[in-house]
């Protein structure tokens, strides 16, 4: 399983939110591209970067989203935040990234299944769940589709995985959701990237131990330093050995 480090950005800085509330911010970082650097030393194999002022709108840090791109070269990146028609989604992989990551947008079938289509292995759909329902629109609103619902129509569209994040848990550090998560990687034949709540490598080692969970984001534990990411690999990765 990859632990992915997360960057998001919200207003030029590297931030972490308490379960998506914009009144619940910590600032780790006036530099995400320097911050995106160090996670690339640690040994990351990959991060996940997030546009937060993007996802109550249209994405605002591109150029900056951009530069985090190029800093953490060759590592490959996914990037998420308010993108919500075509033309973003191919600024954003024209930018470098590896993954676009589409969430209030993935809950329609045909747009859905239009930029998969002219971007294969190249789309993630984010799962946001409150309770069982999906929450869009920057995890403001909560629709009426469950979170197995939206995984189905996902893989029915052509997406490459789904993210899933237990929003309650979400930069807590109280752990992540594993039973839900678990449920959704045994409905839904797509690979899980897990999302919400990680507080230490022990919850790693869970979330790896669930089939069809190939990879962890990880936020507010990383900056924290409640998690090594190099003590994380080491752990998670034994798990294969």
């Given amino acids: 399983m990859i632990v992915i480090p997360a960057v998001d950005i919200r207003g030029g800085r590297c931030v972490r939110l308490r379960q998506g509330r914009a009144d619940q911010e910590t600032v780790f970082s006036a530099d995400p ?22 996802a109550l709108g249209k994405p605002r840090q591109t150029d900056l989203v951009r530069r985090v791109v190029e800093a953490a070269a060759p590592v490959p990146v996914a990037v998420g935040g308010g993108l919500r028609d075509g033309v973003a989604v191919a600024t954003m992989l024209a930018a470098g990234a590896r993954w676009v990551v589409l969430g209030t947008r993935a809950l ?60 309650s848990r979400d930069g807590t550090e109280q752990g992540p959701n594993v039973k839900d998560t678990a449920a959704l990687a ?56």
């Fill in 108 to 167: 329609d079938p045909e747009f859905l299944g239009t930029v998969c289509q002219q971007h294969p292995g190249r789309v993630i759909v984010a799962v946001d769940a409150r309770g069982d329902r999906v929450a869009v629109q920057g995890w403001t609103n909560v629709s009426e589709v469950t979170v197995v619902e939206l995984g189905l129509r996902a893989r029915a569209g052509g997406a490459a995985a789904l993210l899933y994040t237990d929003i």
């Fill in 186 to 241: 045994e409905a839904v034949d797509l690979p899980i990237l897990a999302s919400g709540g990680v507080s230490g490598v022990d919850d790693l080692r869970q979330l790896a131990a669930i089939p069809g969970v190939e990879g962890a984001v990880v936020g507010r534990a990383l900056y924290t330093g409640a998690i090594d990411l190099r003590a994380a690999l080491q752990a998670v990765g034994s798990l294969s050995e």
């Fill in 33 to 54: 591209v320097a911050m995106a650097r160090k996670w690339v030393s640690l040994g990351a194999e990959r991060l996940h970067v997030v546009d937060l002022d993007g």
